[in-house]
Nanobody, 114 residues
């Protein structure tokens, strides 16, 4: 069956970095666009970044442009989110999702606090 397993979240100070990973299985990974979403407490879930199946130009929400980078390794069936210059407002649960058939991972908590 389809599985998306996120990892790499944690507690980091403002200005710090984290790299999230999402390991996928159960579907033809390289033919699916993949996205990272996040949901902060009391807020709606929002799209953070999307990357096409074979790479190409990623899409980012304005609030993370220049700080976050989405990438993928189709040989490892994994999508990544490199997050730099983290801010307290980046605190959220981060989810990976397929852009076809809407498969979701379980999420990983990112907390940015001093």
């Amino acid at each position: 069956q389809v599985q998306l397993v996120e990892s790499g979240g944690g507690l980091v100070q403002p200005g710090g970095s984290l790299r999230l990973s999402c390991a996928a299985s159960g579907f033809p990974f390289s033919s699916y666009a993949m996205s990272w979403y996040r949901q902060a407490p009391g807020k709606e879930r929002e799209l953070v970044a999307t990357i096409a199946g074979y790479g190409g130009i990623p899409h980012y929400v304005d609030s993370v442009k220049g700080r976050f980078t989405i990438s993928r390794d189709n040989a490892k069936n994994t999508v990544y989110l490199q997050m730099n210059s983290l801010k307290p407002e980046d605190t959220a649960i981060y989810y990976c999702k397929t852009e076809r058939k809407n498969y979701w991972g379980q999420g990983t908590q990112v907390t940015v606090s001093s």
